[in-house]
């Protein structure tokens, strides 16, 4: 029997992607000959990808407050009401785990109804000595961020997901989106936002893991692809007939989705996917390419996004901590043209 050596940190990626692989969104099982339009809307939240510190808090809801406190003129105590009684915001936010490989698993999209979070931060009056907003949850895990990251106008507060209150495991009563960043820097069940006057550490930031945590630009396939499996990384073949729309996703930090490409013949021809849907850079953009070959047979179908800022997903980007971004790769059976 072959035997898999691999570091401590490759397991849990892999184990991750194992677990992950169970909240796979909706579409990435769909058939392949699904029109394109059904790919790239919200996950159901039972499929939504879970990644947390530890088990899920039990947050009784009376007692629970969101208390803002440290460099401030003046410290707030928010209650659940307090939040729900604010003009609310609804946004559509695709969130990505830092462990997110490419074409994985955990990454999905929903519909958020919250609150904004800058003018709660002015009602407290953050003050000029602040250089870093220290986060901490009800499950323990404590994140933080530079003063100016959580002041930015994008930043919110979601209660409901796809319409319906937070499940306990994504974080109601309230979490935080810091929207562009990886999940380890946006918590869940979130208590408490204290600004000082130093550098905070949280965390994954002190095992090893990024102090910034913005997203890299990633991209992976919707259609076709295998049933959600644990062993589909390791490059089991798609059988398809000719011709086939490949339909994905891509995604990247605040500069957006500027391109995608597509190669099917290793590595010497690149061609431009059809942007479906780009509506932000914090939604992930829905590509789509007709691959038409003449003949039956394998082939390689490679990809790569190019973000906002010009960057483009390497060949290789193996995980050190900051994300990984390498272009993802499907093998494609053609049994028919």
């Known amino acids: 029997m072959a035997v898999l050596n691999v570091t401590r940190r490759e397991f849990i990626i892999l184990a991750g992607m194992a677990i992950a692989a169970a909240n796979a969104p909706i579409a990435a099982a769909a058939d392949h000959e699904t029109s394109a339009p059904a790919f790239g809307g919200p996950t159901p939240n039972d499929r939504f990808y879970v990644t947390s510190y530890g088990g899920t808090p039990q947050v009784d809801i009376d007692s629970w407050r969101l208390r803002v406190r440290g460099l401030v003129k003046q410290p707030l105590t928010l209650t659940y009401r307090d939040i729900r009684a604010m003009a609310p915001v609804h946004q559509t936010l695709t969130l990505e785990c830092i462990s997110n490989p490419p074409n994985g698993d955990a990454i999905s999209n929903a519909e958020w109804t919250g609150v904004n979070l800058a003018p709660i931060l002015a009602r407290a009056g953050v003050k000029s000595k602040a250089v870093y907003a220290a986060m901490r949850a009800a499950d323990g895990y404590y994140p933080g961020v530079p003063g100016d990251e959580i002041l930015r106008k994008e930043n919110f507060l979601p209660y409901l997901m796809n319409g319906v209150p937070l499940p306990p495991t994504h974080g109601f009563p309230l979490r935080i989106f810091i929207p562009g ?132 997903q390497p060949a290789s980007d193996p995980q050190t901590g900051s994300g990984m971004s390498g272009q993802p790769v499907m093998t494609l059976s053609v049994t028919a043209v």
């Not at 890299?216 to 499996?229: A, L, M, T």
């Not at 500027?258 to 914090?282: E, F, H, M």
């Open 181 to 312: 960043k990886y999940g380890m820097k946006q918590p869940k069940w979130l208590t408490d936002i204290e600004f000082v006057d130093h550098q905070f550490s949280g965390y994954w930031e002190g095992r090893g893991w990024s102090n910034s945590a913005w997203r890299k630009v990633n991209s992976g396939f919707f259609s076709p692809r295998p049933p959600g499996s644990f062993f589909d990384i390791f490059g089991r073949a798609v059988k398809v007939t000719a011709p086939v729309d490949i339909v994905g996703w891509a995604l990247a930090g605040p500069s957006g989705i500027r391109r995608v490409q597509v190669c099917t013949d290793g590595g010497k021809t690149w061609r431009d996917a059809r942007l479906i849907a780009n509506r932000s850079p914090y939604v992930w953009t829905v590509w789509k390419y007709r691959f038409a070959p003449t003949a039956p047979g394998q082939f390689e179908v490679r990809v790569r996004a190019t973000a906002g800022d010009g960057v483009t």
